[in-house]
């Protein structure tokens, strides 16, 4: 089974900054699979981008995920208040998350 | 506008079964895929099984292979995990998920989860 690892665990980072979160998976994989969600405290996840690079309906455009092969990359481009979250990379089972705090 | 709406979680000793149920509405249930998800305290998310829209074609993690049961109604617009011989690291919130595009496990709609707690 493919194994996705997610780097750095922590990210600390100042509103309107920019923030570069990485998921290399073990093996080369399609990156038609290869999503990316957010979670808040006490929430669901949400979708945030699919297939690598497609941002999913009503995410707004500072999010953007690229990369192929083993290795890719969501981009936030400034950070908002409400971007301070935990994200998940997947591609069937999920990488371990990154959490994104306030400096 | 879609819902997913889980039931069926709460409190079960080490070693016993507990069903949980998600009833879902706002789209046309018999065409999507549909998997469960769970989360442990504190902890990252986890796949745990998925069915194709049909109910002929399903899918489990190691860890609930031969101890879990996923099935569906479209009649009744239902998705169900059947959970037995229930451990310790089986405790978790388990969100009912809809797939994106079918066969994929990208999720676009989550429910709001029913917690899962194993414990004598």
């Known amino acids: 089974e493919i194994v996705l690892t997610q780097s750095p665990g922590t990210l600390s980072l100042s509103p309107g900054e920019r923030a570069t979160l990485s998921c290399r998976a073990s093996q080369s994989v399609s990156s038609s699979y290869l999503a990316w969600y957010q979670q808040k405290p006490g929430q669901a996840p949400r979708l945030l981008i699919y297939g690598a690079s497609s941002r999913a309906t009503g995410i707004p455009d500072r999010f953007s995920g690229s990369g192929s092969g083993t290795d890719f990359t969501l981009t936030i481009s400034r950070l908002e208040p409400e971007d301070f979250a935990v994200y998940y990379c997947q591609l069937g089972t999920f990488g371990q998350g990154t959490k994104v705090e306030i400096k | 506008q879609v819902q997913l709406v889980e039931s069926g979680g709460g409190l079960v000793k080490p070693g016993g079964s507990l069903r949980l149920s998600c009833a879902a509405s706002g789209f046309t249930f018999s065409d999507y895929y549909m998997s469960w998800i769970r989360q442990a305290p504190g902890k990252g998310l986890e796949w745990v099984s998925y069915?194709?829209?049909?109910?002929?074609?399903?899918y489990y993690a190691d860890s609930v292979k031969g101890r879990f049961t996923i099935s569906r109604d479209n009649a009744k617009n239902s998705l169900y995990l059947q959970m037995n011989s229930l451990r310790a690291e089986d405790t978790a919130v388990y969100y009912c998920?809809?797939?994106?595009?079918?066969?994929?496990?990208?999720?676009?709609?989550w429910g709001q989860g029913t917690l899962v707690t194993v414990s004598s």
């Open positions: 998920a809809r797939d994106l595009i079918t066969g994929t496990r990208v999720v676009d709609y």
């Open positions: 069915i194709s829209s049909s109910g002929s074609t399903i």
